[in-house]
């Protein structure tokens, strides 16, 4: 049976990678396409480079646009790749529009889903990955989930027991294959930064970039970081041409980059004296590198984050953000602990399930 195993935009590489290595490891018959949604070299290539994973056997190049006419140039394209190479099983990661899209072709075509990182919900539909992530699941035949609320969200949905398997975190096996060498290399220096003395910062997502009322505000509020240490950033480019477009006045301190490989981003992460992001990604990996980190949002669809971990939301407060700077400072800030199953053997745990899985296929 053969495997189609789909990707799209940032996120979704480190999650496929040690699947994509566990299937090549047994033999069995895969193949890999990008849909193009990320297109720049250091939004997309550098992580093919970088995590080892082979070019992908078809390459879409949908590239940026609406949701809706994204996702459907997506549609069609995907479409057409499923009747040519007629894979037994799709597999999907993550909560983007890519995801989403091939879920919905595969399903139409009567093609098997699985879905990697099944079950997390923030319960805010205007976020545009939870509408990805509900639609994904529910139509979905595995649904391989990385924390136990993603379990009992499945089952409070009405999926059946059975199609669920809580695996673990499939980021998690990429950031242990790659932790060591990613601090080895020492990228700080690259920014004239000491390790443990500088902070970091993502922000890419449209509720806070988009709404200038929302985006400038939280900028200022960044000084009560920037008056302790410096703060690196890396820009998204839908962050960067927010920035370009409105000129807004940036803290001193504040030191913009272009967005990172992952070696670089991942060992500059494990050295952080603190972290702030909007990103689901960067939440689960300071929890697995125990750095104190600073959610910028008011909900989050990673509890074991909060729970366990070393994750706090403070929205985009000025007064949250700087007593957590503060505590962190002081060193008050809760240790975190790496979730159950977030070992390193997530990959390996979900293709066992295919093999036995694909096994009792006709
Ligand atoms: C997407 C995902 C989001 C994920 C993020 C990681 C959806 C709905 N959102 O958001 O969940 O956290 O990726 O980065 O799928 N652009 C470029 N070059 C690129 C890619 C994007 O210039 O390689 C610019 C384009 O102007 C584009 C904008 O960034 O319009 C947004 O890209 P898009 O893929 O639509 O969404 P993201 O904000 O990246």
Known sequence: MLICNVVGARPNFMKIAPIVDELQKRRMPQILVHTG????????RVFFDELGLPRPDVD????SDTHARQTARIMMAFEDVCREHRPGLVIVVGDVNSTLAAALVAAKLHIPVAHVEAGLRSFDQSMPEEVNRVVADHLSTLLFVTEQTGVDNLRREGVAAE?????????????????????ERAPWMDFGLMPGAYTLLTLHRPANVDDRDVFEPLLAA?????????????????????????RLPLPANLMLVEPLPYLAFLGL??????VLTDSGGVQQETTMLNVPCLTLRETTELPVTLESGTNRLVGTDAAKIEDSVRMIMDGAWQTGQ????????AGARIVDILAAWSAGQP
């Open 163 to 183: 199609k669920i398997h809580l695996v673990g975190n499939c980021m998690a096996d990429t950031l242990l294959k790659h932790a060591a060498v990613a601090v």
């Open 222 to 246: 960044l000084s009560s970081v920037t008056a302790r240490l410096p703060l690196l950033f890396p820009v998204h480019p839908r962050t960067r041409a927010r920035l370009d477009e409105w």
């Open 37 to 44: 949604q990320h297109y720049d070299a250091n939004m997309s």
């Open 60 to 63: 879409l190049e949908i590239g």
């Open 269 to 274: 992460l494990a050295k952080a004296r603190l």
């Open 338 to 345: 790496r979730p159950p199953l977030w070992d390193g053997q």
